[in-house]
């Protein structure tokens, strides 16, 4: 492995400081799921299971928006839908803290439906500003600063609530989310790029580009966030279980770090996996993490295969899907993997707590490790029939394979980057 091209990904122009403002605007979204629970649990006085519901709603309301948010992208441009979500995000976070239950339960979908899509926005701009050749050290930069940012929004938001109060942090993470567009809005980073068609050419039909190959992606990307939303609860079952949750923190921390440095490996290496393989290695290195028993150091040491297999597996995700998509419907399909992403978390979390309390802890691993490993390996025939059908289409754009194929005497290998 070598630095060289990460220091060439950062020398691209405007690269560098969309990275610092995406790690930056990503903290108090990342806070906002957390600052939420408390809020209902601690100010309104009701369960987690309603404080969940509130949760599940506003999810529905993020997985809808994100794809009808990006082709307003598409079509508009990128400020336009920023001021739009930038005031419903002001307007929900301000009147949401002091709302009954029964009304942010009904609020809490259109704050879903309208919520800034940092994320999509992010990895459209990467894919404007870097050529193809650099796309993946630039995905894998933004997948590290993603670990980044959920290392420091939920824990910053739950030392604001322990210090002040659950009313006051969604006020601060409402400024800060407000903050966030502000900023995207002031650096305005480009959604296609210079070589590519503006937003005035007509538009592709989706039925053109929403082939079966971009819905395997789109699978991928759902089982994985899938496997970690049940890792994550999983981890607390297991330390809660064996009464050592003081070390909650240790242990996602260590899980997080370890993603970090998979991610930098999966932008240094000339030869990175494909997409479903890392899938598929996720799945298989999440099934077994339970049997290192209760004691958080051994946890810490399973989660190493896995947790080095988060960040590439999104950022492999996040490259492909940047490359099947047209430059004038990347923000729609930049949206739909916003929403896979969401809906793999809202799944895994529910399915890891429902095999948790039917079976004990260390089967919620098990569970989503194997479900994920499932949908790698009904994702993979389609690959390889693909790759081995020599009248398929080529695309309009070079794409990443999905699966790893060996060059034929009648084609030349694929660079190495």
Do not use: K
Not at 165 to 189: D, H
Not at 338 to 352: E, I, K, M, N
Not at 373 to 401: H, K, S
Request: hydrophobic share 55%.
């Amino acid at each position: 492995m070598t630095l060289t091209p990460y220091r060439r990904a950062l020398a691209l122009p405007g690269i560098r400081s969309l990275l610092i403002v995406a790690m930056l605007a990503r903290i108090p979204v990342t806070a906002a799921s957390v600052t939420l629970t408390l809020h209902v649990v601690d100010d309104l006085h009701r369960g987690y299971a309603a404080a969940g519901l509130v949760a599940a709603v506003m999810t529905v309301g993020s997985a809808i928006g994100a794809p009808l948010l990006g082709r307003l992208v598409d079509r508009r441009g990128l400020r336009p839908m920023l001021v739009l979500t930038t005031v419903a995000e002001a307007l929900f976070w301000a009147a949401a803290q002091a709302m009954p239950y029964p009304a942010l339960l009904v609020t809490s979908f259109f704050g879903g439906l309208l919520t800034l899509p940092i994320f999509s926005v992010i990895r459209q701009s990467i894919a404007a500003l870097a050529p193809e050749d650099q796309r993946r050290q630039a995905y894998a930069l933004d997948s590290m600063s993603v670990e980044l940012s959920f290392m420091i929004g939920p824990a910053l938001a739950v030392l604001m609530v322990t210090t002040t109060s659950a009313r006051s942090t969604m006020l601060a993470v409402g400024a800060g989310i407000v903050c966030s567009g502000l900023a995207l809005f002031a650096l305005n980073p480009p959604v296609r790029g210079h070589d590519e068609p503006s937003a005035q050419t007509a538009p592709v039909a989706r039925r053109e580009w929403v082939t079966p190959r971009l819905v395997g992606v789109l699978a991928i990307v759902a089982a994985s966030t899938l496997v970690l939303g049940g890792t994550d609860v999983a981890v607390v079952a297991v330390l809660r279980d064996a009464g050592q949750m003081q070390w909650t923190g240790a242990v996602l921390a260590a899980w997080g770090a370890y993603s970090l440095v998979g991610g930098f490996a999966y932008g240094a290496v000339s030869r990175p996996l494909p997409p479903v393989a890392l899938l598929i290695l996720l799945g298989a290195c999440t099934i077994p993490v339970g049997l290192g028993g209760g004691q958080w150091w051994l946890l810490c040491l399973a989660l190493l295969p896995a947790g080095a297999l988060c960040a590439p597996t999104l950022a492999a995700t996040a490259d492909v899907v940047s490359r099947l998509a047209p430059p004038s419907a990347r923000g729609e399909a930049m949206g739909l993997h916003g929403s896979a992403l969401t809906v793999g978390l809202a799944l895994g979390a529910p399915l890891a707590g429902a095999v948790i309390d039917g079976s004990g802890p260390a089967w919620g691993f098990a569970a989503t490790g194997l479900l994920g490993l499932l949908v790698g390996l009904v994702v993979l025939p389609g690959e390889l029939r693909r790759r081995r059908t020599p009248q398929a289409a080529a695309p309009t754009t070079p794409t990443p394979d999905l699966v790893p194929s060996a060059p034929t005497p009648s084609a030349p290998a694929p660079p190495t980057r």
